[in-house]
């Protein structure tokens, strides 16, 4: 199947869909947030082709700076954000709307993708691409710059900010960067958010048309992903319902090949199945309440931990016991932690409060700690 391809700095994601919206294009690369707005016409006609690869927002700033949150960053600033019409531009909008910043409180800077760099004149640049993207390792790894955490890497998927953003942004999901992806570079993990680049048609486009792409594109995974590391996530398993364009029917053709119907398929384990499932709902029960009493037995114990510390402070006489008490409320919420990661503790409302109240009563421990240096 012969292909023309057109590329240059205006093809963005927000542009591609107006052409293939307009009938400029058959098959175009976009993000997956953008168009579903009604903010053109033609968005209704938009079909998804295929997931290709994770579009990875970079906050890249100079490593003179040492903001405490990312409003710290970028207020009062110049941010490189690359063409107007971009993704990033349309994403950071939203982004920053959500987090409390003002469009007023920071400097867009609209740049080509080749321009968009750390200077004398730009502290940050955010980009939402790809992680093979040269420009994101040439300002880690030789312009000075160093990546910007949303929050917590560990608490991604269990209450981060960035976990909140996403529940209310369709296609967006929290997305853990891992250290020493660029060179040395980032020294931690660092949590930010991930957006799938997606290929999409239109509806009028033949579906055995859309089909060969399909199979072609599925059948040469491992040759596309040797030219390009991008490229190693491509699958046909992939979850529907995030998409923001519907999937083409020829997509639908191909992945329904030759499938036969479920109940053909495990028509001879379901009867067995019936029959264990009622077995297993009676004990299924108590086990889950035997798991989630011996969670709850777990947290009450780092509880009465703590509180003990909390009930010794008044008798704290000098910096030793102080130093000893910090560690040991250190030590329990590592522990609380892994324990967490282990599925042994429930990320739940009594987590959160065995958090607050580590926290306030290491905030306790290290105000006697100065008053008895003081005295």
């Known amino acids: 199947m012969p292909v023309d391809?057109?590329?240059?700095?205006?093809?963005?994601?927000?542009?591609?869909?107006?052409?293939?919206?307009?009938?400029?294009?058959?098959?175009?690369?976009a993000i997956n947030d953008i168009g579903d707005d009604g903010s053109f016409q033609?968005?209704?006609?938009?079909?998804?082709?295929?997931?290709?690869?994770?579009?990875?927002?970079?906050?890249?700033?100079?490593?003179?700076?040492?903001?405490?949150?990312?409003?710290?960053?970028?207020?009062?600033?110049?941010v490189a954000i690359g063409p107007r019409a971009?993704?990033?531009?349309?994403?950071?909008?939203?982004f920053f709307r959500?987090?409390?910043?003002?469009?007023?409180?920071?400097?867009?800077?609209?740049?080509?993708?080749?321009?968009?760099?750390?200077?004398?004149?730009?502290?940050?640049?955010?980009?939402?691409?790809?992680?093979t993207n040269p420009s994101i390792n040439d300002m880690l790894t030789r312009g000075g710059g160093k990546l910007?955490?949303?929050?917590?890497?560990?608490l991604a998927n269990r209450g981060s900010s960035v976990d909140g953003f996403c529940m209310k942004y369709q296609g967006a999901r929290p997305y853990i960067i891992p250290k020493s992806t660029f060179g040395g570079m980032p020294e931690q993990p660092v949590l930010s958010i991930a957006i799938d680049a997606i290929l999409i048609t239109?509806?009028?486009?033949?579906?055995?048309?859309?089909?060969?792409?399909v199979k072609a594109l599925l059948e040469h995974q491992q040759a596309l992903a040797k030219g390009d590391p991008l490229m190693k996530g491509l699958s046909d398993k992939f979850d529907a319902n995030i998409l923001n364009f519907p999937l083409h029917e020829g997509v639908r053709m191909y992945m329904e090949r030759n499938e036969p119907s479920f109940f053909k398929k495990y028509a001879d384990v379901l009867g067995l199945l019936v029959s264990v499932l009622v077995a297993l709902v009676g004990g299924g029960s108590a086990?889950?309440?035997w798991k989630g009493q011996r969670k709850k037995d777990r947290i009450d114990e780092y509880y009465a931990a703590v509180l003990a510390i909390d009930k010794r402070l008044p008798r704290m006489s000098d910096d030793s016991q102080c130093a000893e008490a910090i560690g040991a409320i250190?030590?329990?919420?590592?522990?609380?932690?892994?324990?967490?990661?282990?599925?042994?503790?429930?990320?739940?409302?009594?987590?959160?409060?065995?958090?607050?109240?580590?926290?306030?009563?290491?905030?306790?421990v290290r105000m006697r700690r100065i008053e008895l240096a003081a005295s």
């Open 330 to 364: 250190e030590q329990l919420r590592r522990e609380a932690f892994d324990q967490l990661i282990g599925e042994k503790l429930a990320a739940d409302e009594s987590f959160r409060i065995f958090i607050t109240l580590a926290a306030e009563t290491l905030d306790r």
């Open 86 to 94: 971009s993704g990033t531009a349309r994403f950071l909008q939203v």
């Open 287 to 289: 086990f889950f309440k």
């Open 42 to 78: 033609g968005n209704s006609h938009i079909r998804t082709v295929l997931p290709l690869f994770p579009e990875i927002l970079f906050i890249i700033y100079n490593n003179a700076l040492h903001p405490t949150s990312i409003g710290d960053l970028v207020r009062g600033r110049r």
């Open 5 to 29: 391809v057109m590329s240059g700095p205006d093809y963005t994601g927000y542009t591609n869909i107006r052409r293939v919206a307009n009938k400029e294009a058959d098959f175009a690369l």
């Open 98 to 131: 959500e987090l409390g910043i003002d469009s007023t409180e920071y400097i867009p800077v609209y740049t080509s993708y080749q321009d968009r760099h750390l200077s004398d004149s730009i502290d940050v640049c955010i980009a939402l691409t790809g992680f």
């Open 148 to 154: 910007f955490s949303l929050d917590s890497y560990e």
């Open 202 to 213: 239109r509806d009028d486009v033949d579906k055995y048309q859309v089909h060969d792409m």
